[in-house]
Nanobody, 116 residues
Framework: QVQLVESGGGLVQAGGPLTLSCAAS????????MGWYRQAPGKERELVAT???????SYGSSVKDRFTISRDNAKNAVALQMNSLKPEDTAVYYC??????????WGQGTQVTVSS
């Protein structure tokens, strides 16, 4: 089992920055993919960004060039630096983990609201 603890959501004005953090604990695999997905009301969950243990990254097209994902392997933690936030970035952001045998885990979600 893997537990994910998220922090950093909140209310921010359009154009501002916000950082989300997520720490994994439990039975952590030697190679993992961690990252963030988001879900806005009435929409499907979508990729925000992921990063592997060797720091290979992937970004959703709507956030590329504005968001940056990073990780601390020693702490099994990832951070998402979000810049130039837009009202359409408003969503619940979920931390994501994939490890051995492609087992996936999700955080409980943290609300990000961007006001115009």
């Amino acid at each position: 089992q893997v537990q994910l603890v998220e922090s950093g959501g909140g209310l921010v004005q359009a154009g501002g920055p916000l950082t989300l953090s997520c720490a994994a604990s439990g039975s952590i695999a030697s190679f993992t993919v961690m990252g963030w997905y988001r879900q806005a009301p009435g929409k499907e969950r979508e990729l925000v960004a992921t990063i592997t243990s060797v720091r290979s990254t992937s970004y959703g097209s709507s956030v590329k060039d504005r968001f940056t994902i990073s990780r601390d392997n020693a702490k099994n933690a990832v951070a998402l630096q979000m810049n130039s936030l837009k009202p359409e970035d408003t969503a619940v952001y979920y931390c994501y983990y994939r490890g051995t045998y492609s087992l996936e885990y999700w955080g409980q979600g943290t609300q990000v609201t961007v006001s115009s």
